[in-house]
């Protein structure tokens, strides 16, 4: 069972920059494709970045390519999310996830942190 927490949200205002870690316990964090993902009032949760086993792949979502970085430590058992030029509708809980398989999709992810609120102002 691997136990996931974020940090790192926070108010912003829009153009500025936050970086989300995401640490992990209860596994063996290198064995586990580590993604990002976020979820706004009202709308479904989306994909934003997913990072491979040791790094040497990333992909990111359209919306924030570009602009957000995924990066992980696999010795420090923590995946980070560093978010420049954030705009308003960047405003969303944003939760670190865990999954077996490289996946963009929410149900290929078996656990999840319980989110860091990111509020973006104009």
């Known amino acids: 069972q691997v136990q996931l927490v974020e940090s790192g949200g926070g108010l912003v205002q829009a153009g500025g920059s936050l970086r989300l870690s995401c640490a992990a316990s209860?596994?063996?964090?290198?064995?586990?494709?580590m993604g990002w993902f976020r979820q706004a009032p009202g709308k479904e949760r989306e994909f934003v970045a997913v990072?491979?086993?040791?790094?040497?792949?990333?992909y990111y979502a359209d919306v924030v390519k570009g602009r957000f970085t995924i990066s992980r430590d696999n010795a420090k058992n923590t995946v980070y999310l560093q978010m420049n030029s954030l705009k308003p509708e960047d405003t969303a809980v944003y939760y670190c996830?865990?999954?077996?398989?490289?996946?963009?999709?929410?149900?290929?992810?078996?656990?999840w942190g319980q989110g860091t609120q990111v509020t973006v102002s104009s």
């Open positions: 996830a865990a999954a077996a398989r490289y996946s963009t999709n929410v149900d290929a992810y078996d656990y």
């Open positions: 990072i491979s086993w040791t790094g040497d792949s990333t």
């Open positions: 209860g596994g063996t964090f290198s064995r586990y494709v």
